[in-house]
């Protein structure tokens, strides 16, 4: 309920009007309570008829009661001239235009004039035969008993206040308006009635003591909303000499770090606070820093927000933390695909390694790949680590294989043991795949890739022999070096011959 609009550089004459603007916004029944009169079927019998004149008197709309009052007068034939002089008073009631070419002092002596022609009616007893008329008149001449008469329809100590000042003193100056504030407060409350905490408020912007405004708010509401934004549109004013606090940062900004914080602990609202951080210049990205990281990952999609609000502020550790607590969890999961991705885009080399190896392991056990869509389109991801280009390239061969484009799938093979790109430890795993191109009818491997894979073949059996592998295990490993001894000579016979022919 608080609008300053400047009101400390308005002249006098111009405080009041602006007084006149914030009542009638925030007491607007009146037009609602208006329309239902006049919309009636016989307006001026209408139970409420008075207290919108009245009403509207109070709000100094003159215009608007005459317009109400003329249902009544034309009711009443007899009494038709005091309706007249009431509205003769009412319409030429002085209201002093800034934007004019009438002075100030023009202005107070008009006015003057005019109240004296109120008081004398009131001496003479003009309206003494409708008593709603003799009330309306003594309104006009500032009655004060007569005011707090309607209370009921003013409501509001501050309604009072500036009805008060517009028919006792409307050339009103800033300095001097919390002297007003202050009496009318006590002469609408009463001695027994103690200030709720919106009127020491009031009492505060009446006095144009900003600071005290943003301190009392931030006592009497339960939240940081109103004073965070009053401050900052105070601040956007310049309006508000803001002073550095003992850290460093200023009363605005403070403020709103605050609702911000406040804002991060909602389930849904959590994302409006980064908008509020990323307009405080000092403190606002390490509280979002903060924040951010206690923000529950709940899910995927969630995740997917907070990250891309890091991501677009290049806040690389939140990124990169945010991105491997998701995969640890989708590797709980056993969701390797989706590890995978959240690795990548954390760009952390030694998780990429750990699924990796848990890819391949996969394959070992099931004799297939899973997520053949992300294998298949790693790109130059799959330089983040050693193992995971493995990776890369060893779906690579699978799927040149599957494509029948032997050679290519020979080649590439070949590649991953001779530049140690395969860990020894899946050497036999690889060779054992090259057992199917070595049989086929067509010659695939040439001369020098059979000697070459006869190299990898016998480096790995001149290798420690493993002591924990079972007699069984051992008869597997012997049956599977013979096979691919004998499949490597057949090979080599062949492409010796073949080699050979194509040179004849």
């Known amino acids: 309920q608080l609008e300053l609009k400047g009101v400390t550089k308005s002249p006098a004459g111009s405080l009041l009007l602006q007084l006149l603007d914030w009542v009638r916004l925030h007491k607007s029944d009146v037009d609602a309570k208006a329309r239902e009169v006049l919309q009636s079927d016989s307006p001026a019998q209408h139970q409420s008829y008075w207290d919108v004149v009245i009403s509207l008197v109070l709000q100094g709309r003159t215009d608007e009661a005459r317009q109400v009052l003329s249902k009544q007068a034309s009711l009443r034939a007899e009494s038709s001239s005091v309706f007249k002089r009431m509205d003769g008073l009412l319409q030429t009631m002085p209201i002093f235009n800034p934007t004019g070419t009438q002075t100030l002092t023009e202005f107070e002596v008009k006015w003057r004039h005019w109240h004296e022609e109120c008081d004398r009616c009131l001496q003479d007893n003009t309206f003494a035969s409708n008593r709603h008329l003799e009330t309306i008149c003594k309104i006009l001449v500032g009655d004060e008993d007569t005011l707090l008469e309607q209370k009921e329809l003013l409501s509001t100590w501050y309604h009072f206040l500036v009805t008060r000042l517009l028919f006792t003193h409307p050339t009103i100056k800033p300095p001097d308006l919390h002297y007003y504030a202050q009496s009318s407060m006590n002469m609408f409350l009463g001695p027994r009635a103690s200030p709720e905490p919106l009127d020491i408020i009031l009492l505060s912007a009446f006095e144009f003591d900003l600071h005290q405004v943003i301190k009392d708010c931030s006592i009497a509401l339960n939240n940081w909303w109103f004073v965070a934004h009053l401050t900052d549109l105070l601040d956007h004013c310049k309006l508000l000499q803001s002073h550095n606090l003992h850290f460093g940062s200023n009363l605005r900004e403070f403020l709103v770090l605050e609702y911000a914080s406040g804002l991060f602990t909602h389930h849904s609202l959590w994302q409006l606070a980064v908008d509020y951080f990323d307009h405080c210049p000092e403190f606002g990205r390490v509280y979002l820093e903060l ?175 493993h002591s924990n592998l079972t007699d069984q295990d051992e008869d597997i490993e012997s049956t599977k070096t013979e096979l691919l001894r004998l499949a490597l000579a057949r090979n080599l016979t062949m492409a010796i011959v073949k080699e050979g022919t194509i040179e004849t």
């Open 291 to 465: 924040q951010i990281e206690r923000v529950p990952l709940d899910t995927e999609r969630k995740a997917i927000k907070v990250l891309r609000i890091c991501e677009d502020r290049q806040m690389s550790e939140q990124v990169r933390s945010i991105c491997k607590i998701m995969a640890k969890r989708a590797l709980r999961n056993n969701r390797l695909g989706s590890a995978l991705s959240w690795t990548i885009r954390a760009k952390d080399a030694a998780f990429a390694t750990l699924i990796s190896e848990r890819f391949l392991q996969d394959y070992s056990n099931k004799g297939s790949f899973t997520d053949l869509d992300l294998l298949d389109n790693l790109g130059p991801a799959m330089l983040l680590s050693d193992s995971l280009t493995f990776l890369g390239k060893y779906r690579e061969f699978h799927r040149l294989y599957g494509e029948k484009r032997f050679s290519e799938a020979a080649r590439l093979l070949l590649s991953l043991m001779t530049a140690k790109i395969a860990p020894r430890s899946l050497w036999m795993t690889l060779l054992t795949d090259a057992l199917p191109l070595l049989e086929q009818k067509e010659v695939i491997f040439s001369v020098d890739q059979t000697y070459e894979l006869m190299s990898c073949l016998e480096e790995l059996n001149s290798g420690t022999k």
